[in-house]
Structures are given as structure tokens and as C-alpha cells.
């Protein structure tokens, strides 16, 4: 029999509570876990395939390097010494530009970017391309335009919303958000609370909805701006939340009056009876909006994102209990504005960074060309941008191109393989301390600590400190004073860790101020080789200046001691709250409450424009709502031209598909996931019969694949699985999407990429 061990899942931002089986260092049982603040005894299928990836023939062991066509293993020391040589050769040859950071965002979400970022930061550069950003860039950006600050965002009040609106969103199935299922079986039986879903698909979550809105492929941003004239022309807006709250007011109503309704809703193929029947229930309840990939990587990802905004402010939902809310966050990212000539834009494609994260798209652009302040030098954690960034091909491309790539993962990646230096980092339950900067439980701020629960494999190392010791080697840190070693084992012995914080800050000090960007990474050395674990300190330091208690009501003192000498001294009180946190968070595993949502003070809380504000207008949307939402332009836009006869999603997600879990064939052994999903519409009209084999082509390629006839894919519109082509133990199934997209197809405004609408032709293959 094995010890069952408490840890959270690692392969979304929802983090549900688990509780694994482990026996002879080897997981052999997943389950809900119950004691969870965060999912409370829920879970998604993802969470209980950790074991496929953590326990992986692929498993990555030892440091090694390409030497010719092949690998070689090598030790901790000379992959040190031999990067930080060539990567010091190449920044101080081509300059900062010359580097980038391709940044975690599937095993782990937080904890590599700790010392990581420091390191880019010491380097100059400010070059992160991020998984995150792909997905969010728009919203981000809109949110930043609205209410001041991009990583505040809305969320459904699920607990006290009477309706909830599915915007491109199957969460029935995606779980991108806590208790999902739970969450919207309980809305769909309630016969006073309602489930809205905006989507041409016939989805799982859809097939609940008490209203089902089928707007036709790709017209989402059109039919908002038609709701919002609609609610408009029949005054339902709330006037009275609109004038109190918001600013340019004025500027913003000609964007909706006098827009053509009718003709709008033609080419979004919804009748007007639907249409204000939509605007009246969200004009009249209580209502919060989840939007997912269909939306935020569907055309005009930016524009639709800021108008879904405005839907909510015009109906008098944002920010207000029982319609939108901003859950807190326990970590901030910095704030970037694109026009700031300090922020930096992409010399080849003029990108610019939302919260200092480029668009992925662009990376290929900006390695492939001749110019001379191109990228050269990537390092890659926890990634695999051969596979997850748009346009594969190219993407290899450039990933070979590189002059130097070091690529750091727990296993054999199609992007490792492309790896000048391969680092191997421990998984998720070898590693100590990983953590999530999402949290998205409301009103609870709920913050977890993974503990490790299996031995480290091989010689593999915390990915935070992997970092540390890079930036060491490169020489952006020196060799660190005995006396702050001696403070880190004391605070371990003693459980005094402010003591030893004020010894760090005054080392700091002592030297002008030069390592204060580095602080992290002293901690990561330190306090992590005291406490044996980099990412636990880590998770010290995020806590120990996390802004939460700023906007959140504290509940940890309730809980735990704090400082019995330093708590009395306002200028440390804060430190010491969250001081008290890390106890508390580092004795649950499971995680813990540490703070309360401000629930009385929203607006002042979460719109930070000086002014107190939502500031709705803004000239950049106001230029790309005339020139493209309109339905003239959009009716000529959204016909198929060149041959194409479909348009493709890809990323497809169904209770089989495990992501990354995914390389390991065991998961879908007794069933065929790598499927084209068609609507039976089409598949009539062009005689294909279920598992027959097509041809999906693209102006990127082509690929065959078996035709799964189904209602869930509208008419028109194929859906292909994300996680294929992976390459596991010499066996290969299936293509992966991103063979087929484009990474010039992408949002014109911020970045966000076209997956969810890629013109393509389907055709049977002829058997010969």
C-alpha cells in the first residue's frame, strides 16, 4: 500500500486540490482532494493523468549538450561554464536585443520566472514571449485601457450571478474555471438563475443553456457591437451606474448610434427577436461573462475583448457583487504601455509587450531575418514553442537558426531536440514550493505551496534554481557573503525569516542598490539552499511582497502568530502578516485562505487611472471599430476565397484530450482522439462518411486525418485536437494543429493568434 500525500494539479491556472498515492517514488493513484479551499474535492481529468508525465521514459536526467548531429552528457559545472561563456560572447557582441526568454506556462506557471526574469533583466533585454501572453494579450491589454491596470480582470460572480454568459467558452469540458462542472449543472437545474452560451458550436456546456446564441464563424465582435447599439436604441443602458463610474461617455455613444442593427445581425445570421431577447435578460439580471479561446483567439480578439468590457459597464455589471468582479491576485506583473519609448517593439514586425509579454507569433520574424540587432540567444523553460507556438515550421526554423539555445524541461520535447544545452528541471511533485500567480477562487484570495512528494530523478534541479546559479555563472551576481548563508540556516533553525530579510535588504544596500533587482535570486541561493528547496523560498519571497493585502481583507492573523517583536512596528507589519502567510500556506499543503476580497470597495480597489474611472473611450479601437466592425467589411471578410471551403479551429478540447499528457500514447489507448471533428451538414454535401480519411489543407500545409462526424462542429467549421505529433519513444501520432497556422495570421491590434479561425479546404482522400 502507498502513502497518500496532498499537492494541487500543474496543468492549468485552476489548480485543483489532489491527493496522490505514492509507492516506491512512484505515483499510483490520483483523487479529488476533499480539504481543498480551492476546488473543494473537485477535479478535471487533466489532474489525474500526473503520473504519465512525471513517471516518463522520456524523462530528462542529466545536463547535456549537442555536439554535431547527437547529444552528449556533461556535468552541472560545465554546462554552467560553457553557456555563461557563450551566451556573455554573443550579448556583448550583439547587445541585449540580441536575447530572449521563451517562458514556462505548462508544468509550472510561476515559479521559473522568479529568477528567470531577474536574469533578462541584468542581461537588459526585455524580450518574454509567454504562453499566457498568446491567450491573453488582447484582454489584457483592454482591461489595461479601461480600468488602469491590464492584470486586473473581470471574472463572473458565479456565487451570486443569475445568469452566467459563455462567450467561446465550453468550460463544461476546457475547466477554466474552479469547479466547473459543479458550477454549471447547479445554474442549468436552478430554475431562477439562467446559462447563456455564445458559440456556433453545438458544445457540451451549450447543450445546457437556457439560450443558445449561434453567431456565424468568426462574427463575434459585429454581433457585441449590434447588443450594445440594441441596448442602446431601446435605452436599457443603466445611465445612472454609467455616469457615476465611467468617463468619455460621450465620444463612446458614436460608435453605437446610428450603427445599421439589421444588417450587423444578417451577417452574424442571428434574428433580431434573438438578438434583443439576448440584451433584455442582461439589461434586466444580475450577470458575469466567461470568455475562453473561442473568443480570445477568434478574429479581432482585441476589439471583441474591449467591447465585451463595455457590454458589461453598459448593462452596470463591472465591478458590482452578482455581476463582474476582479478576483485578487497574490502577484503582480509589471505594467508596460506601448507607448512609452522605454517599452520596446519588435524591430522586424513593431510588436509591442501587454505586461512585458510579446506576442508569441512573432518570434520566428524576429530570429529568421538579417537585421543585425535580430534574436540570437533563447532560453526555454518548461516549454515547448516547436509545438504550442503558431506556425511550427517556422518556428523550428528559427529555433535552429539560434546562435544559442538552452532549453530546460523535466522531459524530451520536439523543442529540446532543438536544444543547444538541455538542463533537466524536476516535475511538479519532485519540486518544492511551486506556486500560481492566478487565483481565481472569489471572494477567498487562496494561495497553495505544492510540496514535493516524489525524490528528485536523476540529477534534475529546481528550475528557479537552475536560474540562480545561471545568472551566478554569467557573473550578474557575485559570490554571495557567508554571513547571508549563516542568516538563511538560522532562519530555517529559528523560524525568524524577517531577521534574515532585513539582512538581505541591508546587503542590498551596502552595495548602492546594484543587486536590488536580484533579490529573488539571493533568496533562490540562500534561504533555498537552507531550506533545500529554491522554489519554497521562492514562494517566501512572492508572499513577502505580494501587494494582496493592499486590496484584500487579511484573515491570517487569525490563524497564526505573527513577529512577536517586529508586528509592533508599522513600518514592518505588513512583512510580518505576510510573513505568517508562508506558515500557514507552508503547513497546508492542500493550500490555504490567506485574504479576503474587498468586497465594499471595488471601484476604488481595482480602477487605478488617477482620476478613479473606467476610461471607455480610446482611439485605437475607435479606428478599428470603423475600419473592420462593420457589416460591410465583415460580410466581404468572412467569405471564403482561394480554394478554401472550411474554416479550422485548432486546439479542440474534449474530456479525452490531456494535454501534454498526451505525448504518452497509454492515455488514449482504447480510443482515436487525433479526429477532425465535421458537422453531418457537410459531411452530406461532400459524401464523407464517419473515419473516413481527409485531407485538411491550409496555406501552411497539408495533413490527413480521420473524419469524426459530429453536431459539436457547426456547419462550416472543423475542429482539430491540439496535442498530437508528439514524438515518445521514437513513436509519432498524429500532426499537431500548429503544422497548419500561420504566424502572420494574427490580430492586428495587440498579437493574439488566429487558432480558432484558419480558412483551410477538407476533401476525402482518394483511395488508390
Known amino acids: 500500500m502507498g502513502v497518500w500525500k496532498k499537492t494541487w494539479c500543474n496543468l492549468c491556472a485552476v489548480t485543483c486540490g489532489l491527493e496522490m498515492e505514492v509507492e516506491d517514488n512512484r505515483i499510483i493513484n490520483v483523487r479529488p482532494d476533499p480539504s481543498s479551499p480551492r476546488s473543494n474535492g473537485y477535479c478535471c481529468r487533466k489532474g489525474r493523468t500526473a503520473k504519465y508525465f512525471t513517471e516518463n521514459r522520456d524523462r530528462l536526467l542529466f545536463p547535456k549538450k549537442r555536439v554535431g548531429d547527437h547529444y552528449e552528457r556533461i556535468s552541472w559545472e560545465q554546462a554552467y561554464r560553457e553557456i555563461a ?33 531577474p536574469l533578462m533583466k541584468a542581461i537588459g533585454t526585455q524580450y518574454n514571449f509567454n504562453p499566457i501572453g498568446v491567450e491573453f494579450m488582447g484582454d489584457w491589454w483592454s482591461h489595461g485601457r479601461i480600468f488602469g491596470y491590464a492584470f486586473h480582470f473581470l471574472e463572473p460572480d458565479d456565487e451570486n450571478n443569475e445568469v452566467i454568459v459563455y462567450w467561446g467558452s465550453n468550460a463544461y469540458v476546457s475547466h477554466q474555471m474552479p469547479n466547473a462542472k459543479r458550477t454549471i449543472r447547479s445554474f442549468s437545474r436552478d430554475p431562477e438563475k439562467m446559462v447563456i452560451v455564445v458559440d456556433p458550436r453545438l458544445s457540451e456546456t451549450a447543450r445546457m443553456a437556457d439560450l443558445h446564441i449561434m453567431p456565424a464563424n468568426g462574427s463575434d465582435a459585429l454581433l457585441m457591437r ?63 461573462m466567461h470568455r475562453d479561446l473561442g473568443l480570445f483567439f477568434g478574429r479581432h480578439s482585441t476589439a471583441s475583448s ?24 497574490v502577484l503582480y506583473l509589471d505594467s508596460t504601455d506601448e507607448n512609452d519609448p522605454k517599452v520596446w517593439r519588435t524591430p522586424v514586425t513593431n510588436r509591442f509587450p501587454v505586461l512585458g509579454i510579446f506576442p508569441e507569433g512573432v518570434f520566428p520574424d524576429e530570429v529568421l531575418g538579417d537585421n543585425e540587432d535580430r534574436i540570437r540567444l533563447a532560453f526555454s523553460v518548461l516549454t515547448n514553442p516547436a509545438r504550442s507556438y503558431p506556425d511550427s515550421q517556422r518556428i523550428e526554423e528559427a529555433l535552429k537558426k539560434l546562435e544559442l539555445f538552452v532549453a530546460i524541461d523535466c522531459v524530451e520535447t520536439e523543442t529540446t531536440m532543438l536544444a543547444d544545452y538541455v538542463l533537466p528541471s524536476m516535475s511538479a511533485y519532485e519540486a518544492d514550493g511551486d506556486f500560481d500567480m492566478f487565483t481565481l477562487n472569489y471572494p477567498e484570495v487562496v494561495f497553495g505551496s505544492r510540496k514535493r512528494i516524489l525524490e528528485p530523478f536523476g540529477e534534475a534541479k529546481e528550475d528557479s534554481m537552475i536560474f540562480a546559479e545561471l545568472t551566478q555563472a554569467m557573473g550578474y551576481l557575485p559570490e554571495l557573503p557567508k554571513s547571508l548563508y549563516d542568516a538563511a540556516e538560522e532562519a530555517v533553525r529559528t523560524g525568524d525569516r524577517i531577521k534574515y530579510f532585513m539582512k538581505v535588504v541591508m546587503w542590498i544596500g551596502k552595495g548602492g542598490m546594484k543587486y536590488f533587482d536580484q533579490a529573488a535570486t539571493i533568496i533562490a541561493l540562500t534561504l533555498g539552499k537552507a ?42 507589519k ?7 502567510a508562508f506558515d500557514l500556506v507552508d503547513h497546508h499543503p492542500e493550500g490555504a485562505v490567506i485574504g479576503m476580497a474587498d468586497t ?38 468572412l467569405m471564403l476565397k482561394d480554394g478554401n ?45 464517419d473515419g473516413e480519411k481527409l485531407r485538411l489543407s491550409t496555406n501552411r500545409g497539408s495533413v490527413e486525418i480521420p473524419a469524426e462526424i459530429t453536431w459539436r462542429a457547426s456547419p462550416g467549421y472543423c475542429l482539430m485536437p491540439h496535442y498530437f505529433g508528439l514524438h515518445y519513444q521514437g513513436e509519432i501520432r498524429g500532426m499537431h494543429a500548429n503544422y497548419l497556422t500561420d504566424n502572420t495570421d494574427i490580430d492586428e491590434m495587440t498579437g493574439n493568434s488566429h487558432w480558432r479561425y484558419t480558412p483551410c479546404r477538407v476533401e476525402k482522400v482518394q483511395e488508390v
Not at 560572447?89 to 529568477?115: C, E, M, N, V, W
Not at 487605478?608 to 466581404?636: F, Q
Open 85 to 117: 561563456e557563450r551566451a556573455n560572447a554573443i550579448i556583448q557582441k550583439h547587445g541585449p536585443r540580441s536575447a530572449a526568454f521563451l517562458g514556462g506556462g505548462t508544468y509550472s506557471i510561476t515559479t521559473p520566472a522568479a529568477t528567470a526574469l
Open 226 to 288: 449590434a447588443l450594445i447599439a440594441i441596448i442602446l436604441e431601446k435605452g436599457w443602458q443603466n445611465q445612472e451606474y454609467i455616469n457615476q463610474y465611467t468617463r468619455d461617455w460621450a465620444l463612446v455613444l458614436p460608435w453605437f448610434k446610428g450603427f445599421d442593427i439589421d444588417a450587423a445581425l444578417e451577417v452574424c445570421q442571428i434574428s433580431r427577436e434573438q438578438a434583443e431577447k439576448f440584451a433584455r435578460i442582461i439589461t434586466t439580471k444580475k450577470w458575469g
Open 306 to 329: 474591449y467591447l465585451c468590457i463595455l457590454l458589461a459597464i453598459v448593462c452596470g455589471m463591472a465591478l458590482v457583487k452578482g455581476g463582474s468582479v476582479m478576483p485578487e491576485r
Open 531 to 572: 531550506m533545500r528547496s529554491s522554489g519554497r523560498a521562492m514562494n517566501w519571497a512572492v508572499l513577502l511582497t505580494s501587494p494582496v493585502f493592499k486590496s484584500a481583507i487579511p484573515t491570517v492573523q487569525a490563524d497564526t502568530g505573527l513577529h512577536p517583536v517586529l508586528s509592533r512596528l508599522p513600518v514592518f
Open 574 to 580: 505588513d512583512w510580518c502578516v505576510l510573513d505568517a
Open 600 to 637: 465594499e470597495h471595488m471601484m476604488e480597489k481595482h480602477i487605478t487611472h488617477k482620476d478613479g474611472k473606467m476610461h471607455l473611450w480610446c482611439k485605437e479601437i475607435e479606428d478599428y471599430l470603423y475600419a473592420y466592425i462593420t457589416p460591410e467589411r465583415e460580410r466581404e471578410a
Open 645 to 689: 471551403n472550411m474554416i479550422l479551429s485548432s486546439g479542440r478540447r474534449d474530456e479525452g484530450g490531456v494535454n501534454n499528457a498526451m505525448r504518452n500514447p497509454a492515455t488514449s489507448r482504447y480510443r482515436n482522439l487525433y479526429t477532425l471533428w465535421i458537422n453531418p451538414v457537410d459531411a452530406a454535401e461532400m459524401g464523407i462518411a
